[in-house]
């Protein structure tokens, strides 16, 4: 059975109203779209990086046929987890109705890019490249979703040799999605590529090693890696066809979800994003990479000498919880008084609070010590709060360095998620890492991002900066500036904290 990939299209409006404000007929647009576990999302900007369209398919519910949960299927071993490739071409035909539906003229639109989520591949059967140059995909394309995708190949090779055999590309799923508007296979970029795995982050290119280690002739299946910023060519013929496309309008090269949240979140050269949500994360843009064990590090996806870096630690808000419930009387307004009521540095005290397995570094338990680094076996309430937040960025901050991370003096403190509303914590985010902290919306960052790298990617090879593209954008808010005193207080601090830390993992 052939599967038409895009409706007819009825001929838009000439302007607009989207979003409250109104759209000039000739206005250009600039598409950020995201093929995220559960929906399709897409945001158009202008060129005042305005938003002025949002629009998003969600799977299990606009598209049942497929019968995903939670837009995956999992499978009988309950380790396999994959998603229909047809239903994210179904779900991008039935996005770009409903952008036509709603009026946004795509004759606009100079230029698009997009992320996908990261680790999962997409196997092309021999003579889908003829088939997608017809923007009629064979619906029998094979994918498999799993973390790290270099494993994932070699399991496919190892377990499914024949359908190896059949295997004409591999994308992963950002550059899948690219090559639906580019109407042949689109290249994987650094920045998506740097999680597979195979990629030499110092080099750019495939690691000959890691390649012959996972199956014979990847460097055909996977085709030579791009630069994140790459025009990759025009849209297909097919969509200035069927959907209106103006034939000038570029493809950027598509990432992961994660590269194209920093661009989203503005992230700029020593600035450093701390989500403080059930776990907390944090991102790093990063000049001097030192890979380790723990922790990403990918190219940077809006800057081509610079890398990025990511680091997961489970506990975070679950465990403020705990001390809060503890130490404060289960209230948020107890807890932020005891952080106000202690000094910086908290007369020397430093806890370490792992209730479940942490990852970042791998060690459990609660350890207290006193300023003689004596191991304690409890502390008074509004001691052990102050403990709990300063341990925890002093954490951050430590295994961030570790990476490459150092703090310079424009650096920013970007906070976000549901513990970025108390003033006292992000108080103490601002002292341990001396830098001022400013609070985004992480929302949309990925859609967002790949937006402004839409933009970005049209005017790069002139020499705009990323930075440069962004000055049109809203500020951030300042929320909180360091105390003077904090530099002396937490870089001492700091090599206490790494020394003791030291000491857990040798118990542990
Ligand atoms: P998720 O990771 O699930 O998206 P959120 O980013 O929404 O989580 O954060 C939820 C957490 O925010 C809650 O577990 C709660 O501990 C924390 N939180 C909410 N309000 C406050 C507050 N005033 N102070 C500190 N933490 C808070």
């Not at 650094?190 to 460097?219: F, K, V, Y």
Request: hydrophobic share 40%; net charge negative.
């Amino acid at each position: 059975m052939r599967w038409c990939l895009f409706k007819c299209v009825t001929p838009p409006p000439p302007s607009v109203c989207v979003s409250g404000s109104f759209m000039a007929a000739d206005s250009p647009l600039y598409l950020g779209l995201d093929f995220s576990t559960q929906q399709l999302k897409v945001v158009a900007i202008d060129g005042d990086l305005r938003v002025l369209h949002e629009n998003s398919v969600h799977f299990d519910s606009e598209l049942p046929d497929f019968r995903t949960q939670g837009g995956v299927h999992i499978h009988a071993d309950r380790l396999t987890v994959t998603s229909p490739v047809l239903m994210w071409v179904k779900a991008l035909d039935l996005l770009l109705d409903k952008m036509k539906g709603a009026g946004l003229d795509l004759s606009h639109v100079r230029a698009v890019s997009g992320s996908g989520q990261q680790h999962g591949s997409v196997f092309w059967r021999r003579g889908a490249s003829e088939t997608l140059k017809q923007l009629d995909p064979d619906q029998n394309l094979h994918q498999l979703l799993q973390r790290f995708t270099g494993n994932q190949i070699a399991k496919v090779h190892q377990n499914r040799a024949e359908e190896f055999q059949d295997t004409e590309r591999i994308s992963l799923v950002s550059s899948f999605a690219a090559s639906l508007f580019l109407g042949c296979y689109a290249a994987i970029d650094h920045s998506d590529g740097s999680g597979m795995n195979l990629l030499d982050i110092r080099t750019r290119n495939w690691s000959q090693i890691c390649l012959e280690a996972t199956a014979p002739h990847m460097d055909r299946l996977l085709g030579a890696p791009l630069p994140s910023t790459s025009v990759l060519g025009p849209v297909s013929s097919y969509l200035v066809q069927r959907c209106g496309f103006s034939e000038s309008c570029s493809v950027v090269a598509f990432t992961g979800d994660n590269p194209a949240s920093l661009a989203g979140m503005k992230l700029q050269q020593g600035d450093v994003a701390v989500s403080l949500g059930t776990s907390d994360t944090v991102f790093l843009w990063i000049q001097q990479p030192r890979p380790a064990l723990e922790g990403h590090i990918f190219c940077n996806p809006v800057d081509q000498q610079a890398y990025m870096a990511l680091l997961c630690f489970k506990n975070g808000s679950l465990t403020r919880e705990r001390i809060r419930n503890e130490c404060s009387g289960g209230s948020w307004e107890i807890f932020s008084a005891a952080l106000r009521d202690t000094p910086l540095g908290n007369d020397g005290h430093i806890g370490f609070y792992f209730d479940t397995m942490e990852i970042t570094p791998p060690a459990v338990g609660v350890h207290r010590f006193d300023s003689a680094d004596t191991e304690v076996s409890s502390l008074c309430p509004q001691v052990e709060v102050r403990a709990l937040v300063e341990g925890q960025f002093l954490s951050r901050r430590l295994h961030a360095e570790r990476l490459g991370y150092s703090i310079i003096s424009g650096t920013r403190v970007m906070a976000t998620g549901g513990a970025s509303s108390n003033q006292e914590i992000l108080q103490v985010l601002s002292d341990v890492f001396n830098a001022p902290v400013f609070t985004i919306d992480l929302s949309n960052s990925a859609c967002l991002g790949s937006a402004y790298r839409a933009l970005h990617g049209l005017v790069v090879e002139s020499g705009v900066s990323f930075s440069d593209v962004l000055k049109k954008a809203p500020e951030p808010q300042l929320v909180a500036t360091p105390h003077p005193a904090a530099k002396e207080v937490y870089d001492r601090m700091l090599k206490r904290y790494a020394r003791l830390e030291e000491r857990i993992l040798q118990k542990t």
